[in-house]
Every structure is written in C-alpha cells, then in structure tokens.
C-alpha cells in the first residue's frame, strides 16, 4: 500500500513538471500561433474572411476630378456646313491631263503591284508542283478586270462567261482571256511568299495589298482635309476562320470586321481587320486603341474626328487634345464617368442638356430625340463639356470642339409630331447637327462599295480580304475622279466608271496564249429548236461558214437557227 502512494506521488511531480513544460511553450509562442475562436469555423468561412481581410492594392489611376458648369445655349442663325479649305491636288491633275479611269486604276494598282502579284503566283505554282505555270502582268489585269465585271454583270457560275449560249456568253470575256488561263490564275492566285510567312501577323496572306492601298488612298488626296470618320466595316464570310465575326442586327453578320478612317464625305484613307484582342493596346479600351492607331501620325493638327459611342471614353478625348485633334462623338451612358447629367426620358421633345470641364477641354451634350442623347467634346486645349438633349430619344455626345463657341450655340430641326399631325421646329444643339453631317463617312463608303460587290468566289480564306481592298479602291478611284468632273459640271455614276476600267482592260488585242482553240463549228442553238421541223428556211449568205452537221465550208444557213448547213445536191 505505501509502495502504491509512493508512486501516485511520482506521477503528480511529473505531471506537475508537465504543466510547467506546457505553459512555458505558450509563452514562447506568437500571436500566430495562439488558439482562437476561428477554428470552430469551417474551411469556407475562413477563406472568406481571410481573404477580405487582406489589404488590396490599389491598381486603379487616380481618379480623374471634372469641374462641371452647365451651359445654356444660345440661338445660333447661321447653319452648321463641313466645307473642306482646300481640293486635292490630284483633283486639278486629272483635269489637266484628261486623266481616264483607266489610268487612276492602275494609279491605284500599279506595275510594281502587279509584278509582285505575278511573282508570288508563279512562285504559289511552282510551290504546288506546277512548274510550267506562267502568268504576265497583262494576265493578271484581265483577270482582275473579269473580278470586277462580275460586280454588275453576275452569272451563276464563274464558267459561264465562256459558255457559247447567249443569254450567259460574255464575248469580251471569251475574246481577252481564255478559261482556262483564268481559272489558273485563280487557283494559284497569292500576294505573299508562303515560305516566309509571319505568324505573329494572322493577315500575312494579304499584308502587302493592304498596306499598298491605304498608302496610295493617302497620297492620292493630299491635303487629306479637315473632317474624319471612324466606323466599322463589315465584308461577308461564312467559312471557318479565327477572325470571323458574328455581329447580331447588323446587314452582313458573319465576316471579316474591318475598322476604316474615311473622309466625311466617304473617301478611304486607311483601313485594318481586326484580328482579335491582340489589337488592343496594353491598359485601353479597344475602341481608344483602334482611334489612337487610325489618328495619330496621320491626320493633320486641329482636324474633327467624329465617332460613335464604341469609340468614345472620356480618356481618349484627352489624348486627342493632346495631338490637337477635335472630336466629337456619342458616348454610352456609363462611360461619362459619374458626371452630373439630367435624365430626360421623361421630358418633351428636343430637350437639351450641356455641362462643361474647362480644365479637360471636354463637353458632354446630352439631347432626347427618337432616344436620350449624350454628346461629348473637347472644345479647345483647356476646356470639357456635356450636352443632353431629348427628342424622342436620349442621345449623349462628346466633344472637344470650341470652334467658334459651337458648343454654346444651338439651332433647329424638323421632326413629324403625331399629336400635331405636322412637321413641327425641334430645338437641336450645334453639336448633334455637326455629329450629323460628319459621322456618315464609313457608313457611305461602306454602302457605294457594296453596291458593285465582286461576286466571283474562291474557297481561300483571304480572298475576302482582297475583294475588300479591290472593290475598296475602285471606291476610291471614282470619289477622285467624281470630284474632278463635278468641277466641271459632270457627273459619271459608279457603275459606268467601273464599266469604263473593265472596257479598257479587257478590250485590249489578247496575245495567244489568253484565248483557247476555237471548235471547228459553234452551234449556240438549243437541240430542241434546231430539230423542231418547223419554220427552217435555208438562205445562201455572200460568206462561207463551216456545216453544223458535217462541218464541211457552205454558203448556205438557216434562217431561224443561224446556223450552216450543206444542202444535199
């Protein structure tokens, strides 16, 4: 028994020693270490907290500060007009010279440009085993000069310009280039070295053409001018392709997105495809990304741009004040940056609002018209300001532009009133009036090139791309030769202009190779007339042609078929 106490009290000195181990290990410990009430609680719970309790980094800009003052607009009596300064000086050339359209067709597609689309076909055919593939410069213009008859002269099939029937028979066609010259040249056709290409560049393909036409397009309309639009361009493709694009509610939905800086009145100056998320400059939108590259390095100093509201951040107003470039344009309604506008949905028609940042040189006009309307500006290199404006709807514009107080002045429109039954006078700021008359320019660029679109088609990707820049250019082509004859009081439509290229082109002496053997006798009459057995009378003409039936030389024809025939003696 006192062996058993004995060792009961042994164990209270080592659990005694124990306690003493243990409250000196908590004392050693960090506050990290302690025990506390968070673990009762659960695995998600936990990361929830801990992840809110870390401090975050502030990544975001300073905010910008605007110092909004609103703005009553006074009546303005003079009306806003776009009047460009100065011509072209290629517009007085063409007079001078008498310059056909001929000519600004292969202004527009030079030799050089035709030799290196001779060269990397042949090169193409060589590539695909086809060694005894040739191609001249002369073949490479007829065969451009059948793309472009098949924008207002279309058949089914391309194959049907060389049938003998009539009612598909392109005789010119026939006459300039052979079948299947054609088709060789459009099988091989290529604009750029395969063995070198870029793949960091995903138009490679036509690279060269594109940058030939936007150099061109500029250096044919200097001085470029005062007025500016930039939009966006839609050419149809419905194949496979990483840069295809499907845009709901548009005309063309499915196809290749090109952006185009034009001129107000619709003249290209340059223009890109749109490739992916790889366009966007690093920490911009890609609307501010797009403008900065079409604008910047091109358009002279206190030119107007005028965008729609995909293009239109406050930021990208700033940095074209910057360049000293004025620009108006309508903005979304969560891009003004929390500025202080009036909502105007609910006000009568022609409604207007205006604020104005001095400091930013920017203004936000804010008008109902069919919708809610906001404006933005950047009048001068100091100066911001805001205008809403109602007429039937609520539109937002933005702007920078202060000349001659435009954006304190507002004037007119018309409008049909139900209520009245009539044509009624709406009040309109100055601004939506000049956003008007210049943002339409990529709209009827777009618009005239399709009109005469290229139907010929191809199973190449690209091939798209290159109908784009070729209908493009001949677009280009008769806006300058337009306005050359307009000086003289003339006018020549689109359709006869592109008539007069391919004319020129394809009525040229063909050399022997573009046109194939001719058969021993043409019979262009349907079997079911010609052996009808009704109403064939045979009539002896002054020349001979060959028999349709045994192919022998006759005088003898048929009336009514027109064909040759060797009466049996």
């Not at 009553?72 to 009306?79: A, F, G, T």
């Not at 435009?406 to 009245?420: H, I």
């Not at 262009?524 to 052996?531: A, Q």
Request: hydrophobic share 30%.
């Amino acid at each position: 028994m006192l062996a058993y106490l004995d060792s009961l009290e042994s164990d209270d000195e080592g659990h005694n020693q124990f306690q003493e181990a243990e409250s000196l290990e908590f004392k050693n410990t960090t506050n990290d270490e302690s025990w506390d009430d968070s673990d009762n609680e659960c695995l998600a719970t936990k990361q929830k907290r801990l992840k809110l309790s870390k401090p975050r980094k502030n990544t975001n800009k300073k905010a910008r500060s605007f110092k909004w003052e609103e703005i009553n607009l006074n009546i303005r009596e003079e009306k806003v007009e776009l009047i460009e300064e100065e011509k072209p000086t290629i517009i007085s050339e063409i007079v001078n010279r008498n310059l056909a359209p001929i000519d600004l067709f292969k202004m527009f597609f030079s030799h050089d440009l035709i030799d290196t689309i001779c060269i990397e076909t042949k090169r193409y055919a060589n590539q695909k085993g086809y060694h005894n593939f040739s191609v001249s410069s002369d073949d490479i213009y007829k065969y451009l000069a059948t793309v472009l008859l098949s924008g207002y002269s279309p058949v089914p099939s391309r194959r049907c310009y060389w049938e003998t029937r009539h009612d598909t028979n392109k005789a010119l066609v026939t006459n300039a280039l052979s079948r299947n010259k054609f088709e060789s040249i459009h099988r091989f056709f290529h604009l750029n070295d395969n063995s070198q290409i870029d793949r960091s560049d995903k138009i490679y393909k036509v690279r060269p053409i594109v940058n030939h036409i936007n150099k061109v397009s500029q250096e044919c309309i200097r001085p470029l001018g005062k007025y500016f639009s930039i939009d966006e361009a839609m050419e149809p493709y419905y194949g496979r392709h990483s840069m295809k694009q499907f845009i709901r509610g548009k005309p063309i939905r499915f196809g290749f997105k090109c952006w185009c800086l034009c001129t107000s009145d619709g003249y290209l100056i340059k223009f890109d495809v749109y490739t992916g998320a790889g366009d966007k400059i690093e920490g911009k939108s890609l609307g501010s990304s797009v403008t900065e590259k079409m604008c910047l390095n091109i358009l002279p100093q206190y030119s107007f741009v005028f965008l729609d509201n995909y293009f239109t951040p406050i930021p990208l107003v700033k940095t074209l004040s910057e360049n000293k470039l004025f620009c108006i344009g309508t903005i979304r309604s969560d891009r003004t940056e929390k500025a202080s506008l009036k909502d105007l949905k609910k006000e009568h028609r022609g409604t207007h609002y205006t604020i104005h940042d001095s400091a930013s040189s920017t203004t936000l006009t804010r008008w109902h018209d069919n919708s809610q309307v906001t404006v933005i500006s950047n009048d001068s290199a100091s100066s911001t300001t805001l205008t809403r404006w109602h007429d039937t709807s609520q539109v937002t514009v933005i702007s920078n532009v202060q000349e001659q107080g435009l954006y304190k002045t507002k004037g007119t429109c018309r409008r049909w009133s139900k209520k009245q039954k009539a044509t009624v006078q709406v009040d309109q700021p100055s601004l939506i009036n000049m956003y008007n008359k210049g943002m339409g320019g990529v709209d009827r660029f777009d618009q005239m090139r399709g009109l005469y679109r290229s139907r010929i088609r191809s199973k190449k990707w690209y091939w798209p791309l290159f109908r784009f820049c070729l209908d493009g250019a001949v677009t280009n082509m008769w806006y300058l030769y337009r306005r050359a004859l307009k000086t003289q009081n003339e006018y020549i439509s689109l359709l006869e202009f592109r008539r007069r290229i391919v004319l020129a082109i394809l009525s040229s002496p063909p050399s022997n190779s573009n046109t194939g053997p001719k058969p021993k006798f043409l019979t262009n009459v349907l079997t079911e007339i010609r052996f009808d057995g009704k109403e064939h009378w045979i009539d002896k003409q002054e020349t001979q042609r060959r028999c349709g039936n045994c192919g022998k030389c006759t005088k003898f024809s048929c009336l009514k078929c027109n064909v040759g025939l060797l009466p049996e003696m």
